[in-house]
């Protein structure tokens, strides 16, 4: 796999036309697997064919049970991470038994501190709100252990149960609950206002950052920068069109070591461009931008002006310096509000 890696940076060398790259985000699956030297092949590999910002960001996504002390430690020495997105899910074990996780809430808490110990400052977390294990009272010590920690960024995100996954054939089958939407909009709403008192800025819909700490790679894709995604499943978007990896790993390396990128792609129509773009400026700090869409065609911006007044006039969206922006109440019906928006047809 490795091997198969190295050699599509190669071939997807200049898909991004020699920008400098401002992040490099090892994410999807479980990176922290790789073993410091692989990691060391792979970044020796990107120096090589792209240019790399000075302070770039670099971040390793990873379970807490893949990080020991000595692994932090050789990511230190021998890797430019400088940043871990930890996916710690719950500080408490009865809700990780649920959610099938392999760490244990003592694993959480001690590969916080390693990683603090190790140098690593700029951390991000994952956590999960909405679990039939989750009580209010529960979901608020989980954040009060965040932020005692000083994490200062955080990802929260709703459990949702999605077809042809176990937990969505358990809950079809009456074996598990359904998620309960109104506890989880409880939760959300009590996040917003304790992370607010706690000074985050609620930056994108699931992120919260200190000030000045906003994940610059995630920011890059709700601000429709141009990314190159390598290995199976990867995704990459040169503004004109996305195309997509083959998931099956043996398939992929097959067609790799081929020589042949195996791909998918879809050229984005105008449509699909201003789509894009209502549902993930609208889920952010920067907002929606109508002169933006002004630039994509006057028909597009009647188009959302005509549709997003009702939402501000019923308090879900508010205008302010040629900006739409949701409210707090607005961001308990985000995904919706966006659809509504959308051009059909």
């Known amino acids: 796999m490795v091997s198969a890696i190295l050699k599509e940076i190669e071939l997807q060398r200049d898909y991004l036309e020699g920008a400098e790259l401002g992040s490099v985000y090892f994410g999807g699956g479980t990176p922290s697997l790789l073993e410091i030297g692989d990691l060391e092949q792979i970044f020796e590999k990107i120096y090589a064919l792209h240019r790399v910002a000075v302070d770039a960001e670099i971040t390793l996504e990873a379970n807490p049970d893949d990080l020991s002390r000595e692994k932090l430690a050789g990511l230190r020495t021998y890797t430019p991470v400088n940043r871990l997105s930890i996916g ?29 110990s190790a140098g690593f400052d700029d951390l991000t977390i994952d956590l999960i709100y909405g679990s039939p294990t989750t009580s209010d009272a529960q979901w608020s010590e989980n954040l009060n252990i965040a932020f005692d920690y000083g994490i200062p960024h955080l990802s929260c995100y709703c459990l949702t149960v999605e077809e042809g996954t176990a937990l969505g054939a358990f809950v079809r089958k009456g074996l598990q609950p359904p998620v309960e939407e109104e506890k989880a909009a409880r939760q959300l709403e009590y996040l917003m206002l304790t992370a607010g008192q706690r000074g985050y ?25 141009h990314y190159l995604g390598v290995g199976p499943s990867a995704h990459s978007f040169n503004g004109i069109g996305r195309q997509w990896n083959i998931a099956n790993n043996a398939l992929y390396i097959k067609s790799i070591e081929a020589g042949k990128l195996p791909f998918e792609q ?4 105008p449509a699909q461009r201003y789509n894009e773009y209502v549902m993930t400026s609208l889920r952010t700090i920067w907002g929606t931008d109508l002169d933006k869409i002004r630039t994509m065609g006057e028909g597009f911006a009647h188009h959302f002006v005509s549709l997003v007044e009702r939402f501000v006039r019923s308090g879900a969206v508010e205008f302010t310096e040629g900006k739409y922006r949701l409210t707090r109440a607005g961001k308990l019906l985000a995904d919706g509000i966006a659809s509504e928006l959308f051009m059909t047809g």
Request: aromatic residues 12%; charged residues 25%; negative net charge.
């Open 88 to 116: 710690i899910q719950s500080f408490r074990d009865e809700d990780l038994r649920w959610m099938n996780r392999a760490h244990t809430a003592l694993h959480a808490r001690e590969c916080l501190g390693d990683a603090l």
């Open 201 to 225: 800025e609620h930056y994108e819909i699931s992120n919260f950052a200190l000030p000045g700490r906003y994940a610059r790679h995630n920011s890059s894709y709700w601000l429709a920068d």
């Open 266 to 269: 879809e050229i984005l129509s």
